[in-house]
């Protein structure tokens, strides 16, 4: 999925007519938008219109109007480290405040920032969940368009540091190679440490689009073999999903 270059092609397209080109930006009227998503299905791109600009300062003063009622923060995507310098000063900001420094501030990521961005942003932030789609470089990169190498360092960078909260591996029946390279993986998570709590997501077709709207989705049983097997090689802090398509 691509960035929003502002090109205005999903204006017409919008059922609701929840969009409009303000001074060449795209406008997006979050009350009259359904979410239907026909507005990504009809960019070249896939990218999203549906967007809100914030500074750090409106962001925080949305964060402490809630901040009585949870735990944390957790800024997820598209890939929220994309936009690292905007994230540090945001969880800086939150470290800084009296009545916000009781909230944990974690990162949902596919991995791919470089060791030295996750150095900058490391002492301001608790942790961080990331997706590691497939084993092999060869299959990732042909699931996801990159490698997985950045990613793997990441992981294990994070895990060094006692940053990562959550490994994330999702399950795709005849794409993901998990099984076949279960020793290789298992010895993976295993030198993470016994604490990192590794969560098998179901693959689903609802809101994917192109070749991967054809790919089976993951049922049960191909998640209760893949913990299964995970169990035999001494990982058991698995979570596993409550509901299958």
């Known amino acids: 999925m691509g960035i929003c270059d502002n090109c205005g092609d999903c204006i017409?397209?919008?059922?609701?007519?929840?969009?409009?080109?303000?001074?060449?930006?795209?406008?997006?009227?979050?009350?009259?938008?359904e979410q239907c998503d026909t507005c990504i299905q009809q960019?070249?791109?896939?990218s999203s219109?549906?967007?809100?600009?914030?500074?750090?300062?409106?962001?925080i003063a949305i964060t402490r109007k809630y901040a009585a009622f949870i735990n944390g923060v957790t800024v997820s995507g598209g890939e929220s480290t994309l936009q690292l310098p905007f994230l540090i000063d945001?969880?800086?900001?939150?470290?800084?405040?009296?009545d916000l420094k009781h909230?944990?501030?974690?990162?949902?990521?596919?991995?791919?920032?470089?060791?030295?961005?996750?150095?900058?942003?490391?002492?301001?932030?608790?942790?961080?969940?990331?997706?590691?789609k497939s084993w092999s470089?060869?299959?990732?990169?042909?699931?996801?368009?990159?490698?997985?190498?950045?990613?793997?360092?990441?992981?294990k960078w994070l895990a060094n540091h006692n940053l990562l909260t959550e490994l994330r591996l999702l399950?795709?029946?005849?794409?993901t190679d998990y099984l076949e390279n279960i020793e290789l993986l298992s010895q993976f998570i295993n030198?993470?440490?016994?604490?990192?709590?590794i969560r098998i997501n179901a693959f689903h077709q609802h809101g994917v689009y192109g070749e991967a709207s054809e790919w089976p989705s993951a049922q049960k049983q191909h998640i209760d073999l893949f913990s299964k097997e995970l169990n035999k090689r001494n990982i058991f802090s698995i979570k596993t999903p409550e509901i299958y398509s």
Not at 12 to 24: D, E, M, R, W
Not at 104 to 129: E, F, R, V
Not at 141 to 155: D, F, W
């Open 103 to 132: 909230l944990t501030c974690l990162i949902d990521s596919n991995g791919t920032l470089s060791l030295n961005g996750w150095q900058k942003i490391a002492p301001y932030m608790d942790g961080a969940m990331i997706d590691l």
């Open 90 to 98: 945001y969880f800086k900001a939150i470290k800084e405040a009296p």
């Open 191 to 197: 030198s993470l440490g016994e604490s990192i709590l």
């Open 49 to 59: 219109p549906m967007t809100l600009t914030y500074t750090v300062d409106e962001l």
């Open 43 to 46: 960019c070249p791109r896939q």
């Open 137 to 155: 470089e060869e299959s990732h990169l042909y699931l996801t368009g990159r490698g997985n190498q950045r990613i793997k360092e990441s992981i």
């Open 12 to 33: 017409p397209t919008c059922p609701q007519q929840a969009l409009s080109l303000q001074n060449g930006i795209i406008s997006w009227n979050s009350t009259s938008c």
């Open 171 to 175: 399950y795709i029946p005849e794409k």
